[in-house]
């Protein structure tokens, strides 16, 4: 048991040095192809356990079911309560790995022993085959129903290519994912996704890449797998913050965050 916990320790920790599908653009994933990996033999590869947890266990659906859920019944009583008029406001959600699953290109790399590269990860996405995560699709679906607005901020280099912004917008329709918006990153360091939270607010997107231009809407709800998917917050300041304490009493109300054990900006924290 102690030695199945190691590895599976070492294989959430290591897969990645950063964010794959660019919550950090300035990282890179750790390559897989290191001198213990075997082409063909995935248990080899440092990326198995983190990929296969995220791909193939019942714990993963659960929690995506259960944070999109929770989310809904939330936004439905602040609707409600707040009696918030239909097209006036709105929620925030990540793409990858919140309402895309794009572990397949991951798991690519763990099979082959491949060696990440930007090129690589923007032709995969570029394929438009990547899935809905559980829940996401009736959550973004409901939310419009109920009145509300749904923009998707990503990392994603919106600068990368001209083929991203629009590959992006039809893999999120292939996948019944329901949205009014879409906003990328303006290029590779553009990782600070708190201008393109207040975009929305205002209705000020000038200078960014945007799928539309939406007028100002109040926003009830943000989700995303990355702490800094949500407003005003960075990794290595949450990380200090008392886990019962105030700082974190907005998850579960207005704030939902979903599992991803394979990247993001956890990986530069210290192993305490």
Known sequence: MK?????????????YSGGI???????????????????????????????????????KVALYNQAF????????TRVKNDHLKSGKWGIILDIDETVLDNTEYQKRMVMSCGKFSESTMYSFMEEEISLATPGASNLTCKVQK???????ISNR?????????QATIDNLKKADICFDNVILA???KDDDKNP?????????YDGLISYSKLPPLKVIAYFGDNIQDFPKIKQSEAIKQNPNGEFYKKFGQEYFSLPNPTYGSWQRNQLN
């Open 157 to 165: 280099n919106g600068s990368f290519d001209d083929k991203i912004l």
């Open 146 to 152: 109920l009145g509300g607005k749904v923009t998707l």
């Open 69 to 76: 859920a929770l989310g809904l019944e939330k936004i439905k």
């Open 21 to 59: 599908f660019a919550e950090a653009n300035s990282s890179a994933p750790i390559n897989n192809n290191k001198s213990t990996c075997i082409s063909g033999n995935p248990k080899s590869s440092q990326g198995y356990d983190a990929t296969m947890w995220y791909r193939d266990s019942a714990e």
């Open 196 to 204: 393109r939270f207040q975009a929305v607010e205002t209705g000020k």
């Open 186 to 188: 303006k290029n590779q």
């Open 3 to 15: 030695k199945q916990f190691s590895t599976l320790f070492i294989g959430i920790s290591l897969i």
